[in-house]
């Protein structure tokens, strides 16, 4: 029963980071109605972005040299996801959407592979930014303090999304345009800008995903973003594409289900999982869990 | 420049592309079906190849000797089959000549190979198609994933070490052979008022069902024979290359198909052909740039997706149209 709770643990880590990719794709999925393939990507770059910086900034407390290095890799991150979005989807936004789609996927192999040039395709070891150690015992299950950490980061950013989405202006006008694009035009909202907004607001949650999960495996590469990337689509659509709290449950579950398969089953089946998971969830219940459903007019 | 002798022609490179080329033909035409005159998004094509060439490399494989050795006349063998004793049967010559018997094991390798690629693409599809746009892409996309992780965990075909010891059957012939022949039937489909249907659903599925066609078979008729072909297309590929690695038909492989398709002009026959030559030429000419010829295809991808974003070939055609133009 041990093993099971620190299973859970271990997939809450996990999950938490699954969530902040999922959120960027939900929010471009809800703004464009386009699955981002290069979000994954873009949260590849976050980590290498903060291996990078967290050797330039050496001094100082861990507190502050974590802060440091995941603001600088959300800062790029932040100015990547814009330019992708200006230079690669803005030409196709009235395409057809296979075209958008091909874009997405091609920007997200462009960005693996000259990542492979630029960083090596290697793998790197994330430095430890802050000492693993024990954080609390409750009978037999471990909480590690890095996992305590991500669940900490991970939640702020979240409610801080939340906030931005549900309280600003500029959330209004998010959702405004997720509605209509047409309706928002209508009533003044500066909807490119809005949609590049979306972006960096997506880009910025997967570069701190990045970071966190540098912390967690030590171990990142060029390629790391392919498959979380499509777990975390998975993830958003798990709890309804579109929706913000359906994507945090959603990368919380898949993070448990992974874990749990894992160290039940076999590490093999690890990467299946995600896509029998979303089969099915697209069978019994195609909106999501959190998803209204809609009723689809001529 | 250099000069193009004849002996070239018959370079090993050449030969390997030139049948790459027939093969990439099959999978793309396959796609197009699907993708191109239907609409449903399917990114993982390369599985239902993956499962053809390793279902007919299985078969050549393992049951492909025993075939043989009946088909093929030795005085001991026939006897045991047909119960007789030949006199002076001591004759080399054998019942069917070893070549026409391994073409027969051959095409009974594709048949199965397309079959098993059907029969999945059905498993497949009948749940799956309900789905719209970007969620079938992503169902399909799943699949393609797991069906890699199944060949990894299948000893029997190797593995994830790969599948070796494939006998080659496959010639230049008879790549062009089935290229032509799911040319044909594909032209032949979509020309039929079924294709009509085919591309009603592409156009808009809910005007379609309102029309009394039916939705769901016509798009299941379309997944199925899409992944007949593709299980050619692998059972093919299998018998040229001699050994099968799981890693060879990844979402990569799958994506190269799209391109190929919607470069070619979507629901376009010749298009997406002439596509498949072009982009077959092309990725193995950027081979000499090593490193760099990953990066120079994806940013391809891009611009190709920006530049033209209804096809090279529809352009062509919507030429000829003067005066009419859907859109703007």
């Known amino acids: 029963m041990i093993k099971f709770f620190q299973q859970i643990v271990n997939g809450l880590a996990l999950g938490s980071i699954y969530s902040l990719i999922a959120l960027g794709y939900t929010m471009v999925y809800g703004v464009l109605r386009l699955i981002n393939f290069a979000h994954g990507d873009i949260y590849m770059v976050g980590a290498m972005v903060g291996y990078y910086a967290a050797r330039i900034f050496t001094g100082g407390g861990s507190a502050t040299r974590l802060g440091l290095v995941l603001l600088s890799s959300m800062l790029v991150c932040g100015l990547l996801g814009a330019l992708i979005e200006r230079l690669a989807y803005r030409p196709l936004r009235r395409a057809p959407k296979i075209n958008a789609l091909i874009t997405a996927i091609g920007v997200s192999l462009f960005l693996e592979y000259f990542g492979q040039w630029l960083f090596g395709a290697d793998p790197k070891s994330f430095p430890d930014l802050i000492e693993s150690q024990q954080a609390f015992n409750f009978h037999g299950v471990v909480f590690n303090n890095i996992q305590l950490m991500i669940f900490i980061v991970s939640f702020l950013l979240m409610f801080g999304l939340r906030f931005i989405v549900q309280k600003t202006k500029i959330g209004k006008a998010m959702r405004a345009v997720s509605f209509s694009h047409v309706g928002s035009q209508l009533v003044g909202i500066p909807i490119n800008r809005i949609i590049s907004l979306t972006f960096v607001l997506g880009s910025v949650l997967a570069a701190a995903a990045g970071i966190l999960l540098g912390l967690l495996n030590h171990k990142i590469d060029p390629l790391m973003g392919l498959m979380p990337g499509l777990k975390a689509f998975v993830a958003a659509v798990l709890g309804g594409i579109g929706n913000i709290p359906g994507a945090l449950a959603g990368g919380l579950l898949m993070g448990i289900a992974e874990t749990l398969v894992s160290g039940y089953i076999s590490s093999t089946y690890q990467n299946a999982l995600a896509f029998i998971l979303l089969i099915v969830v697209l069978l019994v219940k195609p909106a999501g869990i959190f998803g209204k459903s809609s009723q689809e007019k001529v | ?328």
């Open chain 2, 1 to 328: 420049m250099s000069g193009f002798s004849f002996n070239d022609i018959y370079n090993a490179y050449t030969v390997h592309i030139v049948v790459l080329i027939g093969i990439n033909i099959i999978m793309a035409t396959s796609l197009n079906l699907i993708i191109g005159y239907t609409g449903q998004f399917n990114l993982g094509h390369a599985g239902f190849m993956a499962l053809g060439a390793y279902s007919s490399a299985a078969f050549s494989v393992f049951a492909g000797p025993y075939l043989l050795s009946i088909l093929g006349w030795s005085p001991l063998s026939f006897a045991e089959h047909v119960g007789f004793m030949a006199v002076g049967a001591h004759s080399s010559a054998a019942w069917l000549p070893a070549s026409v018997a391994e073409q027969f094991v051959f095409i009974i390798a594709i048949l199965l190979g397309g079959l098993a690629a059907a029969l999945s693409g059905l498993a497949l599809g009948l749940p799956t198609l309900r789905l719209r746009g970007d969620y079938l892409a992503i169902a399909t996309l799943g699949f393609g994933e797991i069906i890699q992780v199944v060949i990894d965990n299948t000893k029997s075909v190797g593995g994830a070490t790969g599948f070796t010891g494939i006998p080659r059957y496959s010639s230049f012939f008879s790549v062009y052979l089935c290229a032509a022949l799911t040319l044909w039937v594909v032209g032949r489909m979509t020309r039929s008022s079924k294709g009509l249907s085919f591309k009603a659903i592409r156009e808009d599925e809910i005007a379609a069902l309102s029309l009394g066609i039916w939705n769901t078979r016509v798009k299941v008729t379309a997944f199925v024979t899409g992944a007949f072909f593709a299980g050619v297309g692998g059972a093919l590929f299998a018998h040229f290359n001699n050994y099968l690695n799981s890693g060879t038909f990844n979402f990569l492989k799958s994506i190269e198909y799209v391109v190929m398709v919607v470069l070619g002009g979507m629901g376009n026959l010749w298009g997406v052909g002439a596509a498949a030559i072009f982009l077959t030429i092309l990725s193995a000419a950027l081979r000499r740039f090593s490193v760099w010829r990953t990066v120079i295809y994806s940013l391809l991808i891009i611009v190709i997706m920006i530049a033209r974003s209804k096809g090279i070939a529809w352009k062509f055609w919507k030429k000829k149209e003067k005066g009419v133009s859907l859109s703007s």
